[in-house]
Structures are given as structure tokens and as C-alpha cells.
């Protein structure tokens, strides 16, 4: 089922999940797939709907105070958070003890952004503050940049489909680990590798 993005079908979308459902929406880059992140069964339908294997998935929060439910605040987290977030950075962190591995993919990280587009937030806030966000599509094919393209890649095996119109980025999130404490661009995304490095060299002065 598509329907368009609104008050109806954030709260809809927030019955999906807590049922553990798949909802696919659009994010602050591309459209995603959302679940509940500490449901153990609803990550393991994500797992089998992508098709991958050995992949972390990544989350979207609400706001920057919803991500120490995934990790523990580490070094280096304040000093990005204060400049790229609410943007398009992924931090990728140590997860907290319980975190499921069919979120860190056995890892023991994961990777969390806080979008800029008040409109993704306020629906990753109507399920609960924190929602999954891996790219809807399957594993190997383009990204999703519409609710058309989401439907057509999984037909009727997504419980919801919000349509929040086309996307307009060109790029993905980039994805910044620091979960060992030596920060590793591991994809140059929407923000730059210069504005990360201006960002660290910032913060140890």
C-alpha cells in the first residue's frame, strides 16, 4: 500500500512498526526501509528482504538525544554531532551492549544519522525515535529515489509505502567510523572528506 506522507500515515507507519512491519519512506538521501531496530524479528525480515548478508543496517534518530539508546557517547562524537548533525553524516560507534546482530551484522557498531528533513524526522519520531534506513532496494540494484521505484522492487512484501515525492540528492550519507577511536571515512558521501578533516582538526585544538 502507497500513501502519501502526512499526519495519517506517520501514525499508520507507527502501528506498522511497533507490529514489526516494513515501512519504506523516503530519507534525507535516498528512500529507506524501516523497522524497529531492537526488534530481533523485524530485522531479520529486513535481512531476507534486502537479501544481504553481513551487512550493519543503519538508523535514523529523531534527535541527537535518541542515539545513546544504540551506543555509548564516544570521543570525537560531540565535536561532529555539534557541526554535521542534524546532515547527511552517518557515525559509525561501538554498539551498546544488547544491541541485536542482525543490526551490527556482527560488528559490534553501528551507524546512526540524525537528518536534516524535519519531514523524515517528525516520522522517525511518530515510531518511536529511532528507525532503520537501509536503502530500499535489493541488494545490487540502483537506490530508490521514488515510492514508485520502492513499489516496484518489493511489490506487495512491504507492509507500507509512504510516498514523500522524489528524492533530490545526487549523493549518499557519508559514513564516518570512530568507533576506534582513529576516525576512518569508510564512503565520502554528501559531506566532504575536507569538511570532516577541517571538523577533526577543530576539535583537538
Known amino acids: ?22 515501512v519504506g519512506f523516503r530519507t534525507d ?30 538508523v535514523l534518530v529523531a534527535e541527537r538525544a535518541d542515539a545513546p539508546r544504540l551506543w555509548a557517547t564516544p570521543p570525537l562524537f560531540d565535536a561532529l554531532a555539534a557541526r554535521h548533525w542534524p546532515g547527511a553524516l552517518t557515525i559509525v560507534c561501538a554498539a551498546r551492549p544488547g544491541v541485536h546482530e542482525e543490526l551490527t ?25 529511532a528507525l532503520t534506513a537501509t536503502s530500499a532496494n535489493p ?3 540502483p537506490p530508490a529515489r521514488s515510492a514508485a521505484d520502492v513499489e516496484r522492487y518489493f511489490q506487495n512484501r512491504i507492509d507500507l509505502v509512504i510516498d514523500g515525492g522524489e ?8 559514513v564516518l567510523d570512530i568507533h576506534g577511536g582513529t576516525p576512518v571515512l569508510v564512503r565520502e558521501g554528501v559531506v566532504t572528506r575536507a569538511e570532516i578533516e577541517e571538523t577533526l582538526k577543530n576539535s583537538r585544538r
Not at 5 to 17: I, N
Not at 33 to 44: E, H, K, S, T
Not at 167 to 174: D, G, L, Q, Y
Open 105 to 129: 551484522a556482527g560488528t559490534g557498531t553501528v551507524g546512526v544519522r540524525l537528518p536534516a528533513d524535519e519531514d523524515v524526522r517528525a516520522l522517525v519520531r511518530a515510531c518511536g525515535g
Open 29 to 58: 538521501t535516498f528512500y529507506g526501509l524501516g523497522v524497529d531496530p531492537f526488534n530481533r524479528d523485524a530485522l531479520r525480515a529486513l535481512n531476507e528482504l534486502k537479501g544481504r548478508e553481513g551487512k550493519p543496517i543503519l
Open 139 to 141: 541488494s545490487g540494484e
Open 167 to 174: 528524492t533530490k540528492a545526487e549523493r549518499p550519507s557519508t
Open 1 to 22: 500500500m502507497v500513501i502519501p506522507d502526512g499526519q495519517e500515515a506517520r501514525a499508520r507507519a507507527a502501528r506498522v512498526v511497533g507490529a514489526g512491519g516494513v
